[in-house]
């Protein structure tokens, strides 16, 4: 991560962050110091969203930038090239430390990261580092927001586990619209499986949605997730699929995968929407 420039203007600082979950680790880490302005809102696909004209203006004005980065928000890498020239752009999952990161069968970067949480706190500390690079003289600041946070995550980490092994191994079995939880099944034990693959750009074919009807009826699973970024129409074809092998398998409910939920509601935090999807995960496979 490189940051040239130093902070020369009038607090607070003006952030620009692309995902929900960006935004509110910048919001965590940066506290009073930094104004957070979220671009993509409540089930927006970050995989597909093309920048508007309002959001190119949102950027320019901006002092700094926070994107998730690994591809996530694939249409805008060219906007983010062009303004970097003249202020920090800052890929948080970018400057993961490499080793720790997913790959899919084609070699493809996850860039799911933020379901692992002890990988996601990881995270807070790339923001803090670079809030403090652009802004040394609320370096302290930033620091102690950020151990804060960190520690919030660390018993958020710990919850999920515990959360997670209420479910007998044999049903801890995670089945969802597109490849988004590899990082959520490493940290948790879990065995997941998608119809599409970690982009949603991916075309969900015939024979992934048979292969999935087969396991499901082959090993009796009872629920299937739908996302709430994501359409919900091969999710049902695969539902149709196993009531006509004859074996009922129901919706276990909609998690959140590439976007949080609505701001004021307890998905609208990176804290709530961990909680919300483990629960609604663990009270369907338990």
Partial sequence: ??????????????????????????????????????????????HLYKATDGDTAKLAAADVIFYSGLHLEGKMTDIFESLSRNKPCVGVAENLDARALLHDDDGAIDPHVWFDVSLWSQAAGVVREALARFDPPHAADYEANCARYQRELAELHAWVRARMLEVPQTRRVLITSHDAFRYFGRAYATEVMAIQGISTESEASVGRISALVDVIVRRKIKAVFVESSVSP?????????????????????????????????????YVGMIRHNVNTIVNSLK
């Fill in 1 to 46: 991560m490189t940051i040239e420039k130093t902070f020369a203007g009038t607090y607070p600082v003006k952030a620009v962050a692309t995902t929900g979950m960006v935004a509110d680790l910048v919001r965590n880490v940066g506290g009073t110091h930094v104004a957070v302005t979220q671009l993509f809102g409540a089930d927006v696909d970050p």
């Fill in 233 to 269: 129409r091969n999710m049902r074809a695969l539902i149709e699929g196993c009531a006509a092998r004859g074996h009922t398998v129901v919706e276990g409910g909609q998690l959140c995968s590439d976007a949080m939920g609505q701001e004021g509601t307890p998905e609208g935090t």
